[in-house]
């Protein structure tokens, strides 16, 4: 049996045609995309007199070393409206651009991408490797020969909003503060509470998710200067498990919190959803 048609559908009122393309356009992303950690977004850079902190006195002072986010893979979304017609295009171009979507590789098709924005979407640290890589690297750049034995200046990266995994999260179990040394900014961790094989993996006009597990939050009390539970949660749940090793992480976190004058942290448990 072949495929249906409304043979109707362009006879109708343009008001309504463009109603129901306005129903079939894919939403923005409810939940935040996932964009996976790799090495070699340290660089340095030199500042330039349109930076505000370029010193026209002592060009020695105007070294940088940033974390450049834009140098990760991008995210694909995959828009169909856009090729369907011109009438869908014109429905389909307000949200492509609302998103900041562009075209990918095949303009003829209807596949977009998006760079990471690190107000909006995760940091993902998909394995206990790439996690240890996010933290060591730009520790051991700053002794590479370029680097060596100059004045250095590292600005806080804009990284406000971490993903890891199970697995990352057990390495870090005794030094779970670590990943405020080089992410003065990090205010929020999401745990991944399953590992897809292919998360890592670039999929053409597809991307990861972060979608919520539980409702419950474990959150940062600065007046009383402890980690606390935000929501119900059972211990005898299926999440009860990590749930424990979200407390044991935190145990020794107080100090650095404190230290770095912390108002807001939280973590939440999430699925990963390919989309």
Not at 43 to 55: H, I, M, Q, V, W
Not at 209 to 232: I, L
């Amino acid at each position: 049996m072949g495929p249906a048609y409304f043979t109707w559908f362009p006879q109708l009122p343009v008001e309504i045609r463009l109603q129901i393309w306005q129903l079939a356009l894919e939403p923005e992303a409810p939940s935040p995309v996932l964009f996976c950690f790799k090495e070699g977004c340290w660089k340095p850079r030199y500042l330039t007199r349109s930076d505000p902190e370029f010193n026209c006195n002592d060009d020695e002072l105007n070294l940088v070393f940033e974390f450049r986010h834009e140098l990760l893979d991008q995210a694909g979304f995959t828009v169909p409206l856009f090729s369907v017609s011109r009438e869908a295009r014109s429905v389909a171009l307000p949200c492509i651009l609302s998103q900041e979507l562009r075209r990918g590789q095949d303009t003829a098709s209807c596949i977009f991408v998006r760079r990471y924005d690190p107000w909006r979407d995760l940091l993902l640290l998909p394995t206990p490797a790439i996690l240890r890589a996010f933290l060591v690297e730009p520790i051991e750049r700053l002794f590479e020969p370029d680097l060596d034995q100059k004045y250095v200046n590292c600005p806080h990266p804009l990284i406000s909003r971490l993903a890891i995994t199970l697995s990352g999260l057990a390495s870090l179990e005794t030094c779970f503060f670590g990943l405020w040394e080089n992410c003065h900014l990090l205010e929020m961790v999401y745990v991944v509470i399953e590992e897809p094989e292919d998360m890592q993996e670039r999929q053409e006009g597809h991307h990861w998710e972060a979608v919520s597990a539980h409702d419950a939050v474990y959150v940062w009390d600065a007046s009383q200067r402890r980690m606390t539970w935000c929501g119900e949660h059972k211990r005898d749940e299926p999440l009860r498990e990590v749930f424990a090793q979200m407390e044991r992480c935190t145990e020794g976190l107080v100090m650095k919190l404190v230290e770095l004058g912390k108002d807001r942290f939280e973590m939440r448990v999430v699925h990963a959803v390919p989309r």
